[in-house]
């Protein structure tokens, strides 16, 4: 499976009401670790960052005996007896969350799970099997990574013979501000697209002042991907 993160030594360039600062990237930096970056640097932009992780399991193929970690921590083996219903495997998961930090709850129905861990840390399924599928085939599942409104990202199926096992998400960093900001993370492909966590080459946002803005409506610049 591909891991999601940025390309490494790519400079982020912040631009706030209090000034600039550029910020490194390193290979498979985590949501996370980007918002911490940006906010040891915030007072020499004014600018702050956020991050949050979300991924979504669903399409399980068959029944059958479930196992994998989650964050490098074992859920234990799962009994899924009908595979529109993983409510099972959500509580499964959620016994680790102390451990993980990662929580679980159901998504459109109980045939998907939303994973979220709210710090912006990567979301990482490792060690995938299934076992005793009522079909010739061990049953697979599909895990889909999601921006922090739910929208649909990339995915990856993670097959039950373990020949496809691991996937890990990367989250998503938002950035607010009192007053007008850009972020410019200066690095395009041969087709003229940004490369990294954000969707646009420069990004800039108009706030007046955090008491006339809702945050959680305030500019987001993400790109997420397993």
Same mark, same amino acid.
């Given at each position: ?133 009522? #079909? ?7 895990? *889909? /990574?999601?921006? %922090? !409104?739910?929208?649909?990202?990339? +995915? $990856? &199926? =993670? ?32 087709? #003229? ?7 646009? *080459? /420069?990004?800039? %946002? !108009?706030?007046?002042?955090?008491? +006339? $803005? &809702? =945050? ?11």
């Amino acid at each position: 499976a591909e891991t999601g993160g940025v390309t490494p030594a790519k400079q982020l360039i912040v631009s706030g009401h209090a000034g600039n600062a550029e910020i490194t990237t390193t290979t498979d930096m985590s949501a996370k670790e980007l918002a911490a970056a940006v906010n040891a640097k915030s007072s020499s932009t004014g600018v702050q960052a956020t991050a949050m992780t979300k991924a979504k399991l669903s399409d399980l193929s068959d029944v059958g005996k479930i196992s994998f970690k989650v964050n490098g921590e074992s859920i234990g083996t799962v009994a899924i007896s009908n595979k529109d219903d993983l409510r099972s495997l959500r509580d499964a998961i959620n016994t680790k969350t102390t451990s993980t930090g990662v929580t679980a709850a159901m998504g459109a129905d109980n045939s998907e799970i939303i994973l979220t861990d709210t710090t912006g840390k990567n979301i990482e399924i490792t060690d995938y099997t299934a076992a005793d599928s009522g #079909a010739a085939a061990e049953a697979d599942m599909t895990v *889909t /990574a999601l921006e %922090a !409104d739910g929208t649909v990202g990339t +995915d $990856i &199926d =993670l097959k039950g013979d373990a020949s496809v096992d691991t996937a890990t998400v990367t989250g998503q960093v938002s950035f607010t501000s009192t007053q007008t900001f850009s972020v410019n993370s200066a690095e395009i492909d041969g087709a #003229a697209n940004e490369v990294g966590f954000f969707s646009d *080459t /420069a990004n800039a %946002a !108009d706030l007046e002042s955090v008491a +006339d $803005i &809702d =945050l959680s409506s305030a500019e987001s610049l993400s790109l997420i991907h397993i």
